[in-house]
């Protein structure tokens, strides 16, 4: 049998069954992201909005299942690879995001042991506001000594995440700062 023969045989009907399983998996995976994350997806406009109507329906039903088939079927027109990557971007950015936030946990978390954390934290971040972090802690100490809800605590979070985002705002300025600068 030569090489052109070969592509005339058919795809054997599991084998094609698989693959639209494949496809209306990817489709579901879509379906699972928020709203915000579908939209920074390269996806065609029918595709993108066949899977905003899927995230709208909130009962899984018949009409829902039949969406999903249908999300399949647009799928098959699109480059599958592409999709995927962006799938395996937004998992990755989404690890990323739980360790960042592990990581301010734990300054926090250090930050509540040992007051000499502070001095860290103002030479990591030097736009820091040492008064009120000092004060944040202060509170955040009184409030679990009297077992009061953790303001102060959540506060100390929130400032320092602020923080981690500002300095990876500036980061990244002075990135495409450099970049402008080499004439690319």
Not at 14 to 32: F, S
Not at 51 to 68: K, S, Y
Not at 91 to 102: D, P, V
């Amino acid at each position: 049998m030569n090489i052109h023969e070969e592509e005339q045989v058919p795809i054997s009907k599991t084998r094609r069954k698989r693959a639209m399983e494949e496809l209306q998996t990817l489709g579901e995976e879509l379906v699972a992201l928020s709203s915000d994350r579908v939209r920074n997806i390269d996806l065609p406009e029918d595709l993108r909005v066949a899977v905003g109507d899927a995230q709208r329906m909130t009962r899984h039903d018949e009409a829902r299942r039949r969406q999903m088939q249908f999300i399949g079927k647009l799928m098959r027109n699109v480059d599958v690879e592409s999709v995927r990557g962006a799938l395996a971007l937004v998992r990755g950015e989404s690890a990323s995001a739980a360790a960042k936030l592990h990581r301010i946990e734990r300054l926090r978390t250090s930050l509540l042991a040992d007051e000499k954390v502070s001095y860290e934290i103002a030479m990591h971040f030097p736009s820091v506001d040492m008064q009120r972090l000092r004060s944040l802690r202060r509170a955040a100490l009184k409030e679990q000594e009297q077992g009061k809800p953790p303001r102060s605590y959540r506060a100390i979070f929130q400032l320092l995440k602020e923080l981690e985002n500002e300095t990876r705002d500036q980061t990244t300025e002075a990135a495409e700062l450099k970049h402008d600068d080499n004439g690319d």
